[in-house]
């Protein structure tokens, strides 16, 4: 009897891939950090739909870190530090965006408030906002 190699998985309606796997649609429930990480920046400027939590802080935590080494190996004081800090933010600044309004899209809340970055108290309360749980009334900002 031939060794024949097993058959493909098979696939979801519309191209959404191996069965099992969530399209850039929909939110990834419980994403490791390598998966909400490619995630971040293959929705680079998609500020439609919905993320989950998972999917919001492992950028949020990747960003983070290489902020910190960049100031650990380049040092704050010194111009290249400062330069590479600065386009490394400047460039992460769109997705991050995006990836915040999605979440708040999935708290059932519009995007526009992350306007409250302008203020003090703002940032407390969109870390709240973050932090909550996925809420029906966010089903409106689902992308078909």
């Not at 902020?67 to 650990?72: G, M, R």
């Amino acid at each position: 009897m031939a060794d024949y190699p097993p058959p493909p998985p098979p696939q979801q309606p519309y191209g959404a891939g191996p069965v099992g796997e969530v399209p850039l649609s929909q939110p990834l429930r419980g994403a490791s950090p390598r998966d909400a990480i490619v995630r971040f920046f293959k929705k680079y400027a998609g500020f439609e739909g919905r993320a989950s939590r998972s999917e919001f802080w492992w950028p949020w935590l990747f960003a983070f870190v290489v902020n910190t080494a960049i100031s650990l190996i380049l040092g704050n004081d010194s111009a290249a530090g400062s330069i590479v800090g600065g386009l490394f933010a400047l460039a992460i600044l769109v997705p991050q965006l995006a990836v915040g309004a999605r979440r708040l899209h999935d708290t059932g809340r519009s995007g526009w408030w992350q306007l409250l970055y302008l203020t003090c108290i703002g940032i407390i309360v969109l870390i709240v906002f973050w932090a909550l749980p996925e809420k029906a009334e966010g089903d409106k900002y689902n992308v078909a």
